[in-house]
């Protein structure tokens, strides 16, 4: 059976935890498809839940140090990594912008959409330009700039986010002027830039779809839509289906962007014309992306298969499932934790515990 060595950055975070969860679902329950996973994990800092959940782990300096991208290479060539999956907003757009030299020096396939794929689907903004150009369903936005012509169309309440938050930091519902004034000196104070959207108003219709488009960036090897409940702006309970008419529009989407590797694609009805209306892309994988594999569609090794074996994959079936959200806890036992800190090693390895208690 063949191992691969997976690198997953960022683990005390649910975007790395759930690709974490798809490769030991893998492992687990899918292990004779002729190969298994080794998952090296990384974090800043020794209290991640997921440096506890993987094989082996190894803590690194923040992005923004000088010395993140050399840590991530000997990393990759101490562990001999044949994938790099990207676990954070924030690290995206750097291993996105060093993937060519990722890959030339250790060989490791960064797991990630182009360039300027990713720099244009973190500013939300752009995002809708490229939708508003290529008819792809945009919701009415505008900046601040051109705020007072949009209030002559659009009427409260509105959303005021900024254009390259993450996470619904700063995401604000306003009903009035001074609302939208406090909501836009709000996010500029944070530096951010915030710009201005039509609210869609049905909470119960919003979807996110998960997609994954082959290395050559020309076909959509799976596509998989569930609907959603939030709660602190996190899927709470999905409910994953066919929905033909969200998916649609979310493969054309992916089709016209030009681009490789996992798309995540937010969604919601507009009750004023029925339509899909596109919230926001995400060039990287989902939070949600374990409740997909336990319906039939594993992201990450779809992928994996992908640019490791060269398969020509195409998934079109998947397990319709109702998923429910609750918070768990895993347990590391502090003398064992106290003997990794002070060896100092760069490469660590010790078990968590989760308790089957509920």
Same mark, same amino acid.
């Given at each position: 059976?063949?191992?691969?060595?997976?690198?997953? *950055? &960022?683990?005390?975070?649910?975007?790395?935890?759930?690709?974490?969860?798809?490769?030991?679902?893998?492992?687990?329950?899918?292990?004779?498809?002729?190969?298994?996973?080794?998952?090296?994990?990384?974090?800043?800092? /020794?209290?991640?839940?997921?440096?506890?959940?993987?094989?082996?782990?190894?803590?690194? *300096?923040?992005?923004?140090?000088?010395?993140? $991208?050399?840590?991530?290479?000997?990393?990759?060539?101490?562990?001999?990594?044949?994938? $790099?999956?990207?676990? &954070?907003?924030?690290?995206?757009?750097? +291993?996105?912008?060093?993937?060519?030299?990722?890959?030339?020096?250790?060989?490791?396939?960064?797991? *990630?959409?182009?360039?300027?794929?990713?720099?244009?689907?973190?500013?939300? /903004?752009?995002?809708?330009?490229?939708?508003?150009?290529?008819? $792809?369903?945009?919701?009415?936005?505008?900046?601040?700039?051109?705020?007072?012509?949009?209030?002559?169309?659009?009427?409260?309440? +509105?959303?005021?986010?900024?254009?390259?938050?993450?996470?619904?930091?700063?995401?604000?519902?306003?009903?009035?002027?001074?609302?939208?004034?406090?909501?836009?000196?709000?996010?500029?104070?944070?530096?951010?830039?915030?710009?201005?959207?039509? /609210?869609?108003?049905?909470?119960?219709?919003?979807?996110?779809?998960?997609?994954?488009?082959?290395?050559?960036?020309?076909?959509?090897?799976?596509?998989? *839509?569930?609907?959603?409940? $939030?709660?602190?702006?996190?899927?709470?309970?999905?409910?994953?289906?066919?929905?033909?008419?969200?998916?649609?529009?979310?493969?054309?989407?992916?089709?016209? +962007?030009?681009?490789?590797?996992?798309?995540?694609?937010?969604?919601?009805?507009?009750?004023?014309?029925?339509?899909?209306?596109?919230?926001?892309?995400?060039?990287?994988?989902?939070?949600?992306?374990?409740?997909?594999?336990?319906?039939?569609?594993?992201?990450?090794?779809?992928?994996?298969?992908?640019? +490791?074996?060269?398969?020509?994959?195409?998934?079109?079936?998947?397990?319709?499932?109702?998923?429910?959200?609750?918070?768990?806890?895993? /347990?590391?036992?502090?003398?064992?934790?106290?003997?990794?800190?002070?060896?100092?090693?760069?490469?660590?390895?010790?078990?968590?515990?989760?308790?089957?208690?509920?």
């Amino acid at each position: 059976m063949k191992k691969i060595n997976a690198l997953v *950055t &960022s683990v005390g975070g649910i975007v790395a935890q759930g690709i974490i969860k798809s490769l030991k679902y893998h492992n687990k329950y899918q292990n004779n498809t002729g190969h298994r996973y080794e998952i090296v994990g990384t974090d800043i800092n /020794y209290e991640a839940a997921g440096l506890y959940r993987v094989h082996k782990f190894s803590l690194v *300096t923040k992005p923004s140090d000088r010395n993140y $991208l050399k840590t991530i290479l000997e990393l990759c060539i101490k562990n001999k990594i044949h994938v $790099l999956f990207i676990g &954070s907003d924030v690290e995206l757009p750097i +291993l996105c912008k060093y993937r060519e030299k990722i890959e030339n020096i250790t060989g490791a396939k960064v797991i *990630t959409s182009r360039e300027n794929v990713v720099d244009m689907c973190r500013d939300k /903004y752009l995002t809708y330009q490229f939708l508003e150009k290529n008819n $792809l369903n945009a919701i009415p936005t505008c900046l601040p700039d051109d705020m007072d012509l949009f209030l002559k169309e659009e009427k409260f309440p +509105l959303v005021v986010k900024p254009r390259e938050g993450f996470g619904s930091k700063l995401f604000q519902l306003v009903s009035n002027h001074d609302e939208l004034d406090f909501a836009i000196r709000s996010i500029e104070n944070a530096n951010w830039k915030p710009m201005i959207q039509k /609210y869609l108003k049905n909470d119960s219709k919003e979807y996110t779809t998960g997609i994954t488009v082959d290395k050559d960036g020309r076909k959509v090897m799976s596509s998989i *839509t569930m609907r959603k409940v $939030l709660k602190h702006g996190q899927t709470y309970k999905a409910f994953i289906d066919y929905f033909p008419q969200v998916k649609k529009i979310c493969n054309r989407i992916a089709s016209s +962007l030009d681009t490789e590797g996992p798309i995540n694609i937010q969604s919601r009805i507009d009750t004023d014309d029925k339509k899909v209306k596109i919230i926001e892309i995400n060039s990287r994988f989902s939070a949600s992306c374990p409740m997909r594999t336990v319906a039939g569609i594993n992201e990450p090794d779809i992928i994996t298969r992908n640019v +490791l074996f060269n398969e020509k994959i195409k998934i079109e079936k998947y397990r319709p499932l109702i998923c429910m959200r609750y918070w768990n806890e895993t /347990y590391v036992d502090k003398e064992k934790l106290d003997k990794v800190k002070s060896k100092k090693s760069t490469i660590n390895k010790l078990n968590s515990e989760i308790f089957d208690y509920f």
